[in-house]
């Protein structure tokens, strides 16, 4: 695998990263997952505005590699020829002495990389997915794409270990996202995801399933969803840029309404998919 860090393009094993990298001491540093299918990017520009989003949130100044982030991430999907992949990109504030507050001089560190896209399986998408639900321990600016992710890692860890795909949080008798997706329900023929706010991230699928849906006449709100709404909704979906749109079957162990994946579901990957093809028709600019 070749690998992209701070200008250069090397095979991964020979990537060093200096220990004082306040991304490896602090967690000091933001990162983006974005997704090509057949040597393409799937909404480069919406990605990288939100990088560029993190940062400001984070006060960090945005590094600016000479060939600009659009034409350095296609060039490194290039040197990692395959099928449908995601490229992740993470800043961090650079390597200083240690102390908290932010380092007089210190030069950002530039890291990317590429991993193959699972396609979803006949089998997953007939059965669908199971998730567990549990308490929202993150900190409260979940909507900066932070790479300091131990809540999201240890919630990931639970719901594996309970052979269920994703942990559904919950704040308040909220729900808010998934421990890495954003997370919707259907209910008596509407749509519905928690309106943006710091509790959750401003999920790029998110965005662009709700746009496609409303496009076609779909009800779509984006409000508060109660624990209890979400037990008993028809359907549960989670979407994020690896995993587009999944349905959820099983919460805590009981089927999600008849336990199968539901037919709003099905409706709406299509809807997406169709946009998605749309979409990608028309470059992106990578206007930077
Ligand atoms: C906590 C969290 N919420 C939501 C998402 C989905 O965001 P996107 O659709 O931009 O991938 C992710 C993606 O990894 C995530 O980590």
Not at 8 to 16: I, N, Q, S, Y
Request: aromatic share 6%; glycine share 10%; hydrophobic share 45%.
């Amino acid at each position: 695998m070749i690998v992209y860090l701070n200008g250069a393009f090397l095979p991964a094993e020979k990537a060093c990263l200096s220990p004082l990298d306040r991304g490896f001491l602090f967690g000091d540093g933001i990162y983006e997952v974005i997704p090509s299918y057949q040597g393409a990017f799937f909404l480069l520009d919406e990605h990288l505005e939100r990088l560029r989003r993190s940062l400001r949130e984070i006060r960090m100044p945005e590094p600016q590699p000479e060939k600009g982030w659009a034409a350095v991430l296609a060039e490194l999907l290039e040197r990692n020829p395959g099928g449908d992949r995601s490229v992740y990109l993470q800043l961090t504030r650079g390597s200083a002495p240690r102390d908290h507050a932010f380092p007089a001089a210190a030069a950002a560190t530039e890291f990317a990389m590429v991993s193959p896209i699972a396609p979803l399986s006949v089998d997953l998408a007939e059965r669908g997915f199971a998730a567990i639900t549990l308490p929202d321990q993150r900190w409260g600016r979940c909507d900066i794409k932070s790479v300091a992710l131990l809540p999201n890692v240890l919630a990931r860890q639970h719901a594996v270990e309970q052979g269920a795909v994703e942990a559904i949080l919950l704040r308040g008798g909220k729900l808010t996202e998934g421990a890495a997706s954003n997370v919707f329900v259907v209910l008596g023929g509407a749509v519905v995801t928690p309106a943006l706010g710091p509790e959750i991230l401003p999920g790029i699928t998110r965005r662009f399933l709700l746009d496609a849906l409303r496009n076609e006449g779909w009800d779509c709100r984006e409000e508060p969803v109660l624990e209890s709404t979400l037990r008993s909704a028809d359907e549960i979906w989670l979407t994020s840029s690896t995993k587009e749109l999944l349905p959820v079957t099983v919460l805590d162990g009981r089927p999600v309404g008849t336990g199968r994946p539901g037919p709003m579901w099905g409706r709406a990957l299509d809807v997406f998919q169709r946009a998605r093809e749309r979409s990608m028709a028309t470059p992106a600019t990578g206007a930077e």
